[in-house]
């Protein structure tokens, strides 16, 4: 199947600081990704589909000046988090897919983020 | 939007015997039903999926079957091994109408017992 990959696998920050995470598809040119959230023993929560070239759709109640989403390329999206604070910690997963009506994700393995 | 709802929350079944896992949506016209299997720390899988064309889809011990009319649809695991311990999510989807993420079910733990 198709590989999703994700960087860094965990990180762990001071609260107030900016992190970056990188979604790269591997081995296909991804039309759409997507970033969700997980909260512990929790599901995945949308957070913004990432389209590229254009700007990212974010669902309701997730701040666009805070978790920033870059699709620079049909093989790349990074979601930054700026600003960090401790109830920020998560674990964050990319998805992407090859086809334009969303069908076929495939997961990154994940980014664990503390934030002290 | 869509909402979906997932049932049990915690499953415990002995190995060998079968384990069925049940969502519920709201939107009609979601079309497209994924279910994803995630151990501990790790990636959700996707394990089977079904479209709202076909009421039953089946891949060796795993199958999924699809109510359109009642908007529910469930996974069922035959033969259940120890391997199959894990958390399991149903998602539902518009599929066609611009790409667009999962809504997931909050997701039934599966142990199974040796």
């Known amino acids: 199947g198709a590989v999703v990959s994700q960087h860094p696998s965990r990180v762990i920050c001071k609260s107030g600081t900016s992190v970056k995470i990188e979604c790269r598809s591997l081995d296909f040119q991804a039309t759409t990704m997507f970033w969700y959230r997980q909260f512990p023993k929790q599901s995945l929560m949308l957070m913004a589909t990432?389209?590229?070239?254009?700007?990212?759709?974010?669902e309701q109640g997730v701040e666009k000046d805070k978790f920033l989403i870059n699709h620079a390329s049909l093989t790349l999206s990074t979601l930054t988090v700026t600003s960090a604070h401790p109830e920020d910690s998560s674990f964050y997963i990319c998805?992407?897919?090859?086809?334009?009506?969303?069908?076929?994700?495939?997961f990154g393995p994940g980014t664990r983020l503390t934030v002290l | 939007g869509e909402n979906v709802e997932q049932h049990p929350s915690t499953l415990s079944v002995q190995e060998g015997d079968s384990a069925v896992i049940k969502c519920t949506y709201s939107d009609s016209a979601s079309n497209y039903f994924p279910w994803y299997k995630q151990e501990l720390g790790k990636r959700p899988q996707l394990i089977i999926d079904?479209?709202?064309?076909?009421g039953e889809k089946k891949d060796q011990r795993i199958a999924v079957t699809l109510n359109k009319t009642a908007k529910h649809f469930s996974l069922h695991i035959t033969e259940t091994q120890p391997e199959d311990s894990a958390v399991y999510f149903c998602a539902a989807h518009l599929s066609g109408g611009g790409a667009d993420g999962l809504t997931f079910g909050k997701g039934t733990h599966l142990i199974i017992q040796p």
């Open positions: 998805s992407a897919t090859q086809t334009s009506g969303g069908e076929g994700q495939f």
């Open positions: 990432s389209n590229e070239g254009s700007k990212a759709t974010y």
């Open positions: 079904i479209r709202s064309n076909v």
